[in-house]
Nanobody
Framework: QEQLVESGGGLVQAGGSLRLSCVASGLTLRLQTVAWFRQSPGKEREFVTASSWIGDRSDYADSVAGRFTISRDNFKNMAYLQMNSLKPEDTAVYYC??????????????????WGQGTQVTVSS
């Protein structure tokens, strides 16, 4: 059974860093586009970043570009989200997602096949 499980969330002060992890089982991440989305209370789930398995392409939301970095360890079948210079507005539940489709709109949630359960990130001011 295909499954994604996130970890690494927590409470951090503004300006701090966190690294989220996403471990996959039942699927091979090196053949998947992997993405991170987030959802704050009362808001729609939004795209954060994605990494395609085709051509090592990645994409970032403007709000996190230059602060967040997506990476993957294909040997461990894991993906990561390194978050630096965190701001209170980064507070959200962060979700890992993956899809077989390598190209196309990375921000479209409906194109993703698998989702994790989410991990809470809270940034205090």
């Amino acid at each position: 059974q295909e499954q994604l499980v996130e970890s690494g969330g927590g409470l951090v002060q503004a300006g701090g860093s966190l690294r989220l992890s996403c471990v996959a089982s039942g699927l091979t991440l090196r053949l998947q586009t992997v993405a991170w989305f987030r959802q704050s209370p009362g808001k729609e789930r939004e795209f954060v970043t994605a990494s395609s398995w085709i051509g090592d392409r990645s994409d970032y939301a403007d709000s996190v570009a230059g602060r967040f970095t997506i990476s993957r360890d294909n040997f461990k079948n894991m993906a990561y989200l390194q978050m630096n210079s965190l701001k209170p507005e980064d507070t959200a539940v962060y979700y890992c997602a993956s899809r077989k489709r390598g190209l196309g709109d990375y921000s479209s949630m409906r194109t993703y096949d698998y989702w994790g359960q989410g991990t809470q990130v809270t940034v205090s001011s």
